[in-house]
């Protein structure tokens, strides 16, 4: 079996040299569904695998705009048109200096089997730039957005492909994106998610995806008797899946004590809730790169360029970007005596982190299943745009919460060991494959 996995992943990497994190995540794919196909023969004459891993389509393309001094800058724009088996095209646009191709094809890889896990009919997509928000202005960002799009538009549609935000790209870039693709389409379409909830945009659709995490490792808890009521927790990141995830954590009775940026993390001993919460908002939307301001503001301790899984928690919630928890970092979170890993990012644990939670034989979730909340309120938001409505709130969270259970319960049915512990990673990869590649049989060899 290792060898035939080895081998798939050669392929894998000839075909597309120097693409490490696209490497990962399909490796990570393979390990599980190379043995499930064996015993599934039908997806392996049909090489639906191989079908898998090679993208629909991929649009790169310049984006030229002028800054506030009337330099001309000129940045790369992408757009990853994966899978269109189970639905139109479905996912992000990260705005980042680090994005390449291989990221966003890494992203758009995860997003078909999340997207698929939903229940919702939605395919996998993934875009985005390299184009730095870091302290650019209001205008600044307009332009960009307008020019980014000016291309995209080309490209995208209510019912080919639908983009949202991802890290960088939150309401306010949803907002200059959407309005020029009006401008130039003549058309008030459900074509972007995350939009204003005056314009279309779904309720609950910013906290979904934190929200959506905490309620996928609520009911990982449960399957132990346990829940977040007196524990303490530990989140990385500062931005829209960490103010979710802390927001509902402290909700549900559990302490925060940390969140992270770039530069660092604070320890806050009293938990972040309340104000300390709104707070985190205005850093983000500073454009500013740091968490230890927070540290300032609310006199507790900062720790430069760290990380917080040194710290002694019973819950880690890792949120702010892949490969952010190594195995150094996981076995400091195990001696510590955690006992629930649920990722809010995509593939924030790098494979190492991953065994050593295995080996450990915690509750540990994939981000492809866990953070799918947000996705999941995307595909509520292109419901309600095609109906030309808009449920309340309660609804979207009661819907959320559904949803959240069923991917839970569909890893629990596909990765239950003989011993009776549940490997979420290899339940969500079969049940997420599923799906898409009996629809990919159904339509035939495209
Ligand atoms: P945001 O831009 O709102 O926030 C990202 C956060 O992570 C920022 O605080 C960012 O800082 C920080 N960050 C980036 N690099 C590092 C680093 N090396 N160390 C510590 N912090 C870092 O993005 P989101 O919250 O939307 O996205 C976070 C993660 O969640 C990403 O992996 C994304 O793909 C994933 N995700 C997002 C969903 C969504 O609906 N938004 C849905 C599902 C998954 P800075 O940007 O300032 O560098
Ligand atoms: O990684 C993700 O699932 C997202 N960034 C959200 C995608 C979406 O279409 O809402």
Same mark, same amino acid.
């Given at each position: 079996?290792?060898?035939?996995?080895?081998?798939?992943?050669?392929?894998? @990497?000839?075909?597309?040299?120097?693409?490490?994190?696209?490497?990962?995540?399909?490796?990570?794919?393979?390990?599980?569904?190379?043995?499930?196909?064996?015993?599934?023969?039908?997806?392996?004459?049909?090489?639906?695998?191989?079908?898998?891993?090679?993208?629909?389509?991929?649009?790169?393309?310049?984006?030229?705009?002028?800054?506030?001094?009337?330099?001309?800058?000129?940045?790369?724009?992408?757009?990853?048109? *994966? =899978?269109?088996?189970?639905?139109?095209?479905?996912?992000?646009?990260?705005?980042?200096? &680090?994005?390449? !191709?291989?990221?966003?094809? *890494? !992203?758009?890889?995860?997003?078909?089997?999340?997207?698929?896990?939903?229940?919702?009919? %939605?395919?996998?997509?993934?875009?985005?730039?390299?184009? =730095?928000?870091?302290?650019?202005?209001?205008?600044?960002? %307009?332009?960009?957005?307008?020019?980014?799009?000016?291309?995209?538009?080309?490209?995208?549609?209510?019912?080919?492909?639908?983009?949202?935000?991802?890290?960088?790209?939150?309401?306010?870039?949803?907002?200059?994106?959407?309005?020029?693709?009006?401008?130039?389409?003549?058309?008030?379409?459900?074509?972007?998610?995350?939009?204003?909830?005056?314009?279309?945009?779904?309720?609950?659709?910013?906290?979904?995806?934190?929200?959506?995490?905490?309620?996928? &490792?609520?009911? %990982?808890?449960?399957?132990?008797?346990? +829940?977040?009521?007196?524990?303490?927790?530990?989140? &990385?990141?500062?931005?829209?899946?960490?103010?979710?995830?802390?927001?509902?954590?402290?909700?549900?009775?559990?302490?925060?004590?940390?969140?992270?940026?770039?530069?660092?993390?604070?320890?806050?001993?009293?938990?972040?809730?309340?104000?300390?919460?709104?707070?985190?908002?205005?850093?983000?939307?500073?454009?500013?790169?740091?968490?230890?301001?927070?540290?300032?503001?609310?006199?507790?301790?900062?720790?430069?360029?760290?990380?917080?899984?040194?710290?002694?928690?019973?819950?880690?919630?890792?949120?702010?970007?892949?490969?952010?928890?190594?195995?150094?970092?996981?076995?400091?979170?195990?001696? =510590?005596?955690?006992?629930?890993?649920?990722?809010?990012?995509?593939?924030?644990?790098?494979?190492?982190?991953?065994?050593?939670?295995?080996?450990?034989? @915690?509750?540990?979730?994939?981000?492809?299943?866990?953070?799918?909340?947000?996705?999941?309120?995307?595909?509520?938001?292109? +419901?309600?745009?095609?109906?030309?409505? +808009?449920?309340? &709130?309660?609804?979207?969270?009661?819907?959320?919460?559904?949803?959240?259970?069923?991917?839970?319960?569909?890893?629990?049915?596909?990765?239950?060991?003989?011993?009776?512990?549940?490997?979420?990673?290899?339940?969500?990869?079969?049940?997420?494959?599923?799906?898409?590649?009996?629809?990919?049989?159904?339509?035939?060899?495209?």
């Amino acid at each position: 079996m290792t060898e035939k996995i080895n081998k798939f992943m050669e392929g894998v @990497i000839a075909r597309n040299p120097g693409e490490k994190e696209f490497h990962q995540a399909v490796k990570e794919v393979a390990e599980v569904i190379i043995p499930f196909i064996e015993e599934n023969p039908k997806y392996e004459e049909a090489k639906i695998l191989e079908r898998l891993v090679e993208p629909e389509r991929v649009v790169m393309f310049r984006v030229p705009w002028q800054d506030d001094k009337g330099e001309f800058q000129i940045n790369r724009g992408y757009r990853i048109n *994966f =899978n269109s088996a189970i639905g139109p095209y479905k996912g992000g646009l990260r705005f980042h200096p &680090s994005v390449n !191709l291989s990221i966003l094809k *890494f !992203l758009g890889f995860e997003q078909i089997l999340k997207n698929s896990l939903t229940t919702l009919p %939605m395919g996998g997509g993934k875009g985005g730039s390299d184009f =730095n928000p870091k302290g650019k202005s209001d205008n600044e960002i %307009m332009r960009f957005c307008q020019s980014f799009m000016s291309e995209l538009f080309r490209h995208i549609g209510p019912d080919t492909d639908i983009p949202a935000g991802d890290i960088g790209v939150g309401g306010r870039e949803i907002g200059y994106l959407f309005g020029q693709y009006k401008r130039l389409r003549n058309e008030f379409t459900g074509v972007l998610t995350g939009k204003g909830r005056e314009w279309g945009g779904s309720l609950m659709r910013p906290q979904a995806t934190g929200f959506g995490n905490v309620y996928f &490792s609520q009911n %990982m808890l449960a399957t132990k008797g346990e +829940s977040f009521k007196g524990k303490t927790v530990a989140v &990385s990141g500062f931005g829209n899946v960490a103010w979710g995830a802390v927001t509902k954590a402290t909700e549900l009775g559990a302490k925060v004590v940390t969140i992270s940026g770039p530069d660092g993390y604070i320890y806050d001993p009293n938990g972040i809730s309340g104000e300390k919460i709104e707070y985190m908002l205005e850093l983000r939307a500073t454009n500013n790169d740091v968490v230890a301001p927070y540290a300032e503001e609310f006199g507790v301790k900062f720790f430069s360029s760290k990380r917080p899984w040194e710290q002694k928690v019973d819950i880690a919630l890792p949120c702010a970007t892949q490969n952010e928890l190594n195995g150094e970092d996981a076995q400091k979170l195990i001696d =510590n005596g955690v006992i629930c890993v649920g990722e809010g990012a995509n593939m924030p644990c790098t494979p190492e982190a991953v065994e050593i939670f295995h080996k450990a034989k @915690i509750l540990f979730s994939p981000g492809k299943a866990s953070n799918a909340g947000g996705v999941a309120v995307s595909g509520l938001e292109m +419901s309600q745009n095609s109906m030309r409505y +808009s449920w309340s &709130s309660e609804e979207v969270d009661k819907k959320l919460h559904l949803i959240m259970k069923d991917i839970h319960d569909a890893c629990v049915k596909y990765g239950t060991d003989n011993d009776g512990w549940v490997d979420y990673v290899k339940g969500a990869n079969i049940a997420g494959f599923v799906k898409v590649a009996d629809a990919m049989l159904a339509q035939g060899l495209v």
